[in-house]
């Protein structure tokens, strides 16, 4: 099993600085093994993690039924694993990133829009809590900054 010493770390993009959601795929054609960071606007800190390459239809957009699809949050320090059976991740004209049948959504120019929660999400494994330990309550939430990364073994 490779250790944390093992891999390195690419940085593909942060909202702060890139800012423009409209070409978010651009940062993350062909990359595998992703970790998007969140922020949201009530201090809440998760993220997302996706295993296979992300490989754009001809309409720019990605939508995966990877079985390889966790969110944890820096807030409990848990695991939350995908187990739905189709639609782990999308990143889509309309909508930045959404997970599930749109259970987690974050709209395009997230900064304005924010995202939607209907908690717990139906495609991931929340049993072991009670409460929304992503964004504090249901419905919509703002973003305080996104931040993706890219890990790669070291041979």
Sequence with gaps: MP?????????????IVDNDSNYFMDYIYYINKIIILVQT????????????????????????NCKNVIIFSFDTNKIYKFKGKNNSISFTKDKFLSLGDDEFIIYNEYFTNGGYIDFPLKSFD??????????????????????????????
Excluded: A, C
Aim: proline share 3%; net charge neutral.
């Design 3 to 15: 250790k944390y010493e093992d891999f390195y770390t690419i940085f593909l993009y942060q909202g």
């Design 41 to 64: 606007g009530e201090g809440r800190k998760f993220g997302i993690y996706h295993k296979e390459k992300i490989i754009p239809n001809h309409n720019n957009e990605f939508k995966s």
């Design 126 to 155: 929340f049993s072991t809590v009670n409460e929304n330990v992503l964004t504090n309550g249901n419905g919509k939430f703002s973003i305080r900054n996104i931040e993706v990364y890219s890990f790669y073994e070291i041979p």
